[in-house]
């Protein structure tokens, strides 16, 4: 029997079924949205408003990696290219979100972040790791990896 995986569309928020070995295997066919037909992966991380960012973390049985940031912050803006470098690695394992700390203060505080870029991985819609300061796209990944198993 195969199981299958929750997923949320980046482009119109439906969740999608999606069987797992496609979350998984190399060269796997695209996944799809089965509402809009948009790639539900696009190997880019997704920039989300809070609403976008609980409805990620309610509705996806991935593990979700958010980077907080703001446009204001140098090691935010030269963390920001290594982060989509490792969306093309992680995904679609893994969903990729972009939160910016101006317009989401509430998000930063519930989770006691203190300092951005800061990262937090959940699993199953829970806090698995959270750390802060700008890393390398290998770094990002080996974090991420480390916290989500």
Sequence with gaps: MTTARHVVCPHCNAVNRVPAERLTATGAPLAVCGACKAHLFEGKPLEVDP?????HLKANDIPVLVDIW??????????????????????????LL??????????????GVRGIPALLLFKGGKLAGQTAGAMGAEQIVGWARQHAA
């Design 51 to 55: 609403a976008g960012f609980d409805r």
């Design 70 to 95: 703001a446009p204001w912050c140098g090691p935010c803006r030269s963390m920001a290219p290594n982060f989509a470098r490792a969306a093309g690695v992680l995904e679609p394992g893994m969903r």
């Design 98 to 111: 972009k939160l910016n700390a101006d317009e989401a203060p509430e998000v930063g505080a519930r989770y």
